[in-house]
């Protein structure tokens, strides 16, 4: 099983940027597809962004697209979500997710290892 630990959120104005960090532990990190999820107030969790492996695929909801980037380090067991032109909607708290496969999904149930989330609030 693979522990993951998220940092890097916290309060932002709109048009900024974050970067949230989530780090691995116990299972071979390179072995698994990566995912970042996020969950606002009242709101269902939805997919946000997703990495393979060796991190070359990645894929992107739809509005996110251009302004966040997934990345992945793979000798710090470590995967990245860039946040960039924050708004308002983008408030939530972020989560990290690993799957034991590599390729990338997009749905809660493909992935089977969870972090605890950082709360990112983007104000006006």
């Known amino acids: 099983q693979v522990q993951l630990v998220e940092s890097g959120g916290g309060l932002v104005q709109a048009g900024g940027s974050l970067r949230l960090s989530c780090a691995a532990s116990g299972r071979t990190f390179s072995s698994n597809g990566m995912g970042w999820f996020r969950q606002a107030p009242g709101k269902e969790r939805e997919f946000v962004a997703a990495i393979t492996c060796a991190g070359v695929g990645t894929f992107y909801e739809d509005s996110v697209k251009g302004r966040f980037t997934i990345s992945r380090d793979n000798a710090k067991d470590t995967v990245y979500l860039k946040m960039n032109s924050l708004n308002v909607e983008d408030t939530a708290v972020y989560y990290c997710?690993?799957?034991?496969?590599?390729?990338?999904?997009?749905?809660?149930?493909?992935?089977?290892?969870w972090g605890q989330g950082t709360q990112v609030t983007v104000s006006s």
């Open positions: 997710a690993a799957r034991p496969v590599c390729n990338v999904r997009t749905t809660e149930e493909a992935y089977d290892t």
